[in-house]
């Protein structure tokens, strides 16, 4: 994977929990006290060490800390010079993951080694999706579910997944996704509460 994603997994552990937590979760997953750098391609055992390290230091599940490292991606890669190539993936939730496999082939413009996962969209209604996700790379979907919450809130609607293991000829993780405005739910929370 490339520095680009390790620099996130640190923001988002120095963000939430200090430096002192990074250094020792760095020193856990046997990595150098040096910055990683976004261009370069580091081998997929680092990123996995580090959710390790990160799991075992902080007493929290691997399959929450990538959740949580999927929201903190839509914001971070925004933030980080990718917002406009984000707008023109799409401008609502479903038009965003439609576009996927069209956004990754973007990104391997700047990244030419970049080995991304396959999306596709199927049982499209006007408040939920089906999204299939093909990766070579195990142990991921958590980090997917993540990112659907995170984009749940970029585009301003409340996100539920709900995720199930396709097998056969070519196994993959499919992610029923439903989603309802966040101005409507709640306000309808809010009417519930006053009745």
């Known amino acids: 994977m490339y ?15 200090g430096d002192a937590a990074w250094d020792r979760i760095r020193t856990r997953a046997g990595l150098p006290d040096e910055p990683f750098i976004s261009m370069e391609q580091y081998p997929d055992q680092t990123t996995y060490d580090l959710v390790g390290a990160a799991s075992a ?30 707008k023109g993936a799409g401008s609502t939730l479903p038009e965003f993951l439609r576009n996927l496999d069209q956004l990754h082939t973007r990104v391997k413009l700047s990244f030419p080694h970049l080995a991304p996962p396959s999306f596709s969209v199927a049982n499209e209604t006007a408040t939920s999706l089906d999204l299939h996700y ?30 199930v293991r396709v097998n056969g000829t070519k196994p993959h993780d499919l992610f029923h996704v439903v989603w309802a405005s966040a101005s409507a739910t709640s306000d309808s929370s809010a009417a519930g509460s006053a009745a």
């Open 57 to 86: 230091e902080l007493g929290a599940p691997a399959e929450a800390i990538l959740e949580e490292f999927g929201r903190y991606w839509t914001v971070y890669t925004a933030e980080v010079g990718y917002g406009e190539l984000m």
């Open 134 to 163: 093909y990766s070579d790379r195990a142990g991921l979907a958590p980090l997917v579910v993540g990112l659907l919450k995170g984009l749940g809130e970029r585009f301003q609607v409340d996100v539920v997944v709900r995720t």
């Open 3 to 17: 520095g680009l994603i390790n620099k996130a997994v640190e923001g988002l552990v120095r963000q939430r929990f």
